[in-house]
């Protein structure tokens, strides 16, 4: 329930003008509204970009599509936690003091920073090329009704799918970084989603090739972050864990020469 005694909103966003700008600290202050969530907030500053100290600024950029958990393009780090801004409500994540709630708004740390709150997951994206993250179809004519599954297995493949490639596991993961060549743990997820589906498993064996390597599955430290902060509770310490068992098989039979070589080859190329 709002706590009544809460008359200002203060929000303090570190700001950065560009991909090569110095990061700054800046700060907003807000009339308090019960049910406000950090992108109403935002868009307040938005309609009146006045910092706290009453200069007028240009309004924080951020981004954000379905304001209902959905899309995933609106993660941020607030108040030291990675998250959705449109499902964190004020009253929920700030912290009190007085008649004030403040809360802090960054960037996530695991991207580059575009401007402000807004930074590139193209790194991620590209991750998902690497893995084959789709199901090969034969053109676009009418295939008549797919391959019918058990229901146990449609819904664990339901919970992979739910992964709105929103970056929060990416950014918890501590052995996903600019110094690391891990793939991290929603890429990851996706393969097992693939893998599991009666046509996407014709590729099993050039995406299990594909996390093989250093940068897949061996760079998971096991530190189970990502599931910790994963919005939609898709349990990827579960994936990641059958993954492991399936890449064992997969190298014992590669190296028993059962894998056919173009499988091999394609994946080099």
């Known amino acids: 329930m709002p706590d009544q005694t809460i008359k200002t909103i ?82 929920h994540v700030g912290i009190r003091k007085g008649d004030t709630i403040e809360v802090t708004l960054e960037p996530m740390s695991k991207f580059p920073v575009v401007r402000d709150l807004i930074v590139d997951r193209s790194r991620m994206f590209e991750a998902l090329k690497k893995i084959q993250g789709w199901i090969p179809i034969d053109g676009t004519h009418d295939l008549g009704p797919g391959p019918r599954m058990d229901d146990r297995l449609r819904e664990l493949r339901y919970a992979f799918a739910r992964c709105m490639t929103c970056g929060c596991c990416m950014e918890a ?31 099993e064996h050039e995406r299990l090739e594909a996390i093989s390597g250093p940068e897949g599955i061996t760079g998971c430290g096991n530190a189970q ?34 894998i056919p070589e173009r499988v091999i080859g394609e994946v080099a190329e």
């Open 10 to 91: 203060r929000l303090k966003v570190r700001r950065q003008d560009g991909p090569t700008s110095r990061p700054y600290w800046q700060e907003f202050a807000l009339p308090y509204r019960p049910n406000m969530n950090v992108i109403s907030c935002l868009m307040e500053i938005q309609r009146n970009p006045v910092d706290a100290s009453g200069q007028l600024t240009s309004p924080p950029a951020w981004e954000a599509a379905c304001l209902e958990e959905v899309c995933g393009t609106c993660t941020m780090v607030v108040n030291g936690r990675v998250r959705q801004s449109c499902s964190a409500l004020i009253d």
């Open 173 to 203: 993961c501590p052995q996903y970084n600019e110094r690391s060549a891990f793939i991290g743990p929603a890429p990851l997820t996706q393969v097992k989603l693939f893998n599991l589906h009666p046509i996407g498993a014709t590729l």
């Open 225 to 258: 972050n990502c599931v910790k902060v994963c919005p939609k509770g898709i349990p990827i310490t579960r994936a990641i864990a059958e993954l492991n068992r399936d890449t064992t098989l997969y190298r014992l039979k590669k190296w028993l020469g059962l």
